[in-house]
């Protein structure tokens, strides 16, 4: 093995011990006066244990990583809806005044498929995970629905209003076209 391809580390120690970290890292202890061919030899006639438990501690990491970008736990999900309950409702208060519309119950929703929605009678739906988008996201989502209390549909007079209300609102749709598929995948359940 290349001497690049571990950590030494002397101490006051009497024996040498090889430990491969959880992201793959090798770090090989030993006492302090060894001499580097001594290393070198030890750390050589381990080359297969070392490789293999190297491989073993890469794998484990990519596949923690890899879940953590997928699937949120219920804990955290919980976390977010809660989140949500106090951010949410606030800014569809500030949006709702600026445009003079009113509207029904909000609900926070763990959903998979959706962003928000709005009934006819005006009660709002927003799905938790849009605190995990950045905020102007959010705003965006907030002025689609509510600009609903004006139009029910998403004719090109539609679009006019939400963009009047909000200007950055084409921003905010790009980011969830981007991003938005990738997000809702992490719902849990
Ligand atoms: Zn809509």
């Not at 001499?35 to 293999?52: A, D, G, H, Q, Y």
């Not at 629905?145 to 009047?164: G, Q």
């Amino acid at each position: 093995m290349r001497d690049d391809e571990y950590e030494l580390i002397r101490s006051k120690r009497k024996s040498l011990s090889i430990e491969i970290r959880a992201d793959g890292r090798i770090i090989v202890r030993v006492p302090m006066r060894i001499p580097l061919e001594e290393v070198r030899e030890f750390v050589n006639s381990k080359e297969s244990w070392i490789r293999t438990h190297q491989k073993i501690a890469r794998e484990r990491a990519e596949a923690l990583k890899a879940d953590e970008r997928s699937r949120l736990s219920r804990e955290k999900i919980r976390e977010l809806a809660e989140k949500a309950l106090l951010v949410i409702p606030d800014r569809v208060a500030y949006y709702a005044e600026k445009m003079g519309v009113t509207y029904g119950s909000i609900t926070i929703r763990n959903q998979r498929t959706r962003w928000g929605s709005c009934s006819a009678k005006g009660n709002l739906n927003f799905n938790c995970l849009l605190m995990l988008a950045p905020p102007g996201v959010l705003d965006g989502v907030v002025v689609h629905e509510l600009c609903h209390r004006i139009e029910m549909n998403h004719s090109k007079k539609f679009y006019e209003e939400v963009l009047r209300v909000y200007p950055e609102y084409r921003k905010s749709e790009k980011w969830l076209k981007e991003n938005g598929r990738a997000l809702l995948r992490r719902m849990t359940g």
